[in-house]
């Protein structure tokens, strides 16, 4: 789009608070107005005013995302403070405490931090303003101020805690890690220690589901990752020990009866990583964070500090000095150096022959990898969700991999087991993995899809799910995502169109790890819809079964439900996932506006080609594999093999 070459003023709103007072007592003269979301472009023009969303100047939003990466891979290694840097200043016991905190402060912070700066500049390359006024964003404010320079002027914004960090520790982590210990380390299941060098499995409770054997017909409950591969394991015998880890709160308290089940589900000792912490640990733990605070301070101070955080020429301290103070009060902050002296403890009171963990890139696992490398254990990961060229955690420099001095490097697993070539082509070239580190071996979570596929029973899987005949079933797979205004966008988006839909019935799969399920049944209560299900712990495969169309934001169930051949639409409402191999691959349908969805699902109920259809199941294969039914039979003999070498 393009306007007129004179000079006028530019409103941008980013909240819709109290927005008509706002339009007709204020700005009601104002030229040209550019609303953040959908839902406040909508606002603004039964206002009976012009409005776009900022959405409209996002460019190439690959190309903003690679720019992001760039930036959180180079800002560690810039001199902050005595020409020392960032990650260098949060070494502790040989492993910086940087890379706990990287993937939250890219999420929640530099990306869209940098998509807004794109986002303006590019605004700003089409028009000069006289004026801007901002409503509801200190971060466009700041940005606008800095880079262009005209008389901008910030609206109604209240003071807001950062989304970087989880839950602040408040002054009383140490208090929060002595919770932690009496609730779950003394509460550890007793069974029989063995001291023959046993396999070490790290796992945690996002993994303990309910799931259907298809062999024997019956449900059972099951670690998703780790109970066919322990089993496997156990009757080559190999003696096995159990480290559970969970790091959200809703599940904490439920740990010790599921650990119940986990351990007779895997005839093993199952313990919470807490047992392992001391006294002593605790004590340095408070030690080191009360140096943290000190070191905070002398940043503040420090111009280097200042001059490092800048994006294309603009100072972004301002908007993000907060970001630090948070991240550094977070309890994940403090309870870092408890994570590193635990995890060399469990190593070397356990003595395993080799550890096998999931989600290599979480903080207790970091410390483990790092441990084991310095005692000579080998380590072996699972992979357990799409790689890509733009995931933060899986794209890495060279020197942050394989630099000079070890205790900077990010810490990898000595394999990591990946579900296609693809996944091992991805990390070997976007995150210079060494080329022996991944190993093709399938995803284990899909070893039961041969046997089920087989028997799998429409009627009988809709009863169970209270799913109604005669209806098109649209499955919505639930994603943890980390914006809340994309959640609220996506929501609000699904049931509207659903509730034009008399012959639809709607199956919302709430991902394992979201808590807050009551945002669903608000949104339908809002758009009156009654035709639906929420269904947390059901299985997937099912649901993508017996479904018409099947809708995610992004993520790996779209690429699962296209393996199955089943019609995909992926929602990419805030242009945010453009480097999602799913999205990428343009085979589903894409839908980025809230009135693009109606005609998407039509379009799926009407044309599936058998030529569209086997071309996404191609697709599918490629980026996760066959389900072959032997993928945990192959980590299994890594394993073995591995540890093998260890006891020779």
């Known amino acids: ?86 990650k260098e200043l949060l070494v502790y016991n040989d492993i910086s405490i940087y890379w706990f905190l990287e993937t939250r402060l890219y999420l929640f912070r530099i990306q869209s931090l940098i998509q807004l700066v794109e986002q303006i500049k590019n605004i700003f390359s089409e028009k000069q303003y006289d004026s801007v006024i901002v409503k509801g964003s200190r971060d466009a404010y700041h940005v606008i101020k800095e880079k262009f320079k005209p008389d901008v002027e910030l609206y109604g914004v209240e003071e807001k805690g950062s989304s970087v960090s989880q839950n602040s520790h408040g002054g009383h ?47 059972e409950k099951k670690d998703v990752i780790f109970s066919s591969i322990i089993k496997q394991l156990s009757e080559s015998s190999v003696p096995i020990r159990i480290i559970d880890f969970e790091n959200k709160s809703e599940r904490l308290f439920k740990s010790f009866s599921i650990n119940k089940q986990r351990q007779k589900n895997f005839s093993a000792k199952v313990e919470p990583w807490e047992k392992y912490v001391t006294k002593d640990i605790m004590s340095k733990t408070k030690k080191y964070n009360h140096r943290l605070e000190s070191l905070l301070s002398q940043l503040h101070e420090s111009d280097e500090f200042r001059a490092s955080l800048t994006y294309d020429g603009i100072s972004i301290y301002e908007i993000l000095k907060k970001d630090f103070d948070d991240l550094t009060h977070s309890f994940k902050t403090y309870v870092s150096p408890a994570f590193i002296d635990t995890a060399k403890r469990i190593l070397e009171e356990i003595k395993p022959s080799v550890v096998v963990m999931h989600d290599e890139y979480g903080t207790l696992q970091l410390c483990i990898i790092k441990a084991a490398s310095k005692q000579n254990i080998p380590t072996i990961a699972v992979q357990h969700g799409v790689n890509t060229e733009t995931w933060i955690s899986y794209v890495h420099n060279p020197e942050h991999v394989n630099g000079n001095n070890p205790d900077l490097n990010f810490p990898l697993p000595d394999y990591l087991c990946v579900w296609s070539d693809k996944a091992r082509s991805n990390l070997i070239k976007h995150g210079h993995f060494p080329p022996t580190v991944p190993v093709v071996t399938g995803d284990p979570k899909s070893d039961f899809l041969p046997d089920a596929i087989k028997s799998f029973d429409s009627d009988k899987i809709m009863s169970k799910a209270r799913i109604p005949p005669n209806k098109k079933i649209i499955l919505f797979a639930g994603q943890t995502l980390s914006n809340l205004e994309e959640k609220s966008i996506i929501t609000n988006s699904l049931f509207q169109t659903i509730s034009r839909m008399d012959d639809s019935f709607l199956v919302i799969k709430a991902h394992p790890n979201e808590s807050d399920l009551s945002y669903y049944e608000k949104a339908a209560k809002q758009y009156g819809v009654k035709d639906f299900v929420i269904l947390q712990s059901h299985n997937l495969y099912e649901l993508i079964f017996v479904s018409n169309v099947i809708i995610v934001p992004y993520s790996t169930v779209g690429i699962e439900a296209m393996r199955l051949r089943k019609p995909v639409i992926a929602m990419n409402m805030m242009r945010l996932h453009d480097d999602d191999p799913l999205i990428a691959s343009k085979i589903p349908i894409i839908v980025e506006k809230a009135g693009e969805l109606l005609p998407a699902i039509k379009k799926c109920l009407q044309d599936n080609t058998t030529e569209t259809l086997d071309k996404a199941e191609l697709f599918a294969q490629n980026q996760i594999g066959m389900a072959d039914g032997l993928s945990a039979q192959r980590i299994t003999k890594l394993i073995i093999d591995t540890r093998n070498k260890t006891l020779h």
């Open 1 to 86: 789009m393009s306007y007129e070459d004179k000079m006028s003023k530019l409103v941008l709103i980013f909240d819709d608070f109290d927005l008509e007072s706002f339009m007709q007592e204020h700005y009601d003269d104002c030229e040209h107005i550019i609303a953040a979301n959908e839902k406040i472009k909508d606002k603004v023009l039964s206002l009976g005013r012009d409005c776009i969303t900022i959405g409209e100047f996002s460019g190439n939003p690959l190309e903003t995302t690679k720019q992001s990466i760039q930036w959180i891979k180079t800002w560690p290694d810039s001199p902050v403070l005595n020409g020392k840097s960032f």
């Open 173 to 219: 982590g140490y208090l929060k890690l002595n919770a932690l210990k009496l609730i779950r380390g003394f509460s550890s299941l007793q069974s029989k220690t063995t001291h023959d060098r046993p396999a070490l499995i790290i796992t945690e409770l996002a993994n303990w589901r309910e799931e259907f054997d298809y062999k024997k017909r019956l449900p």
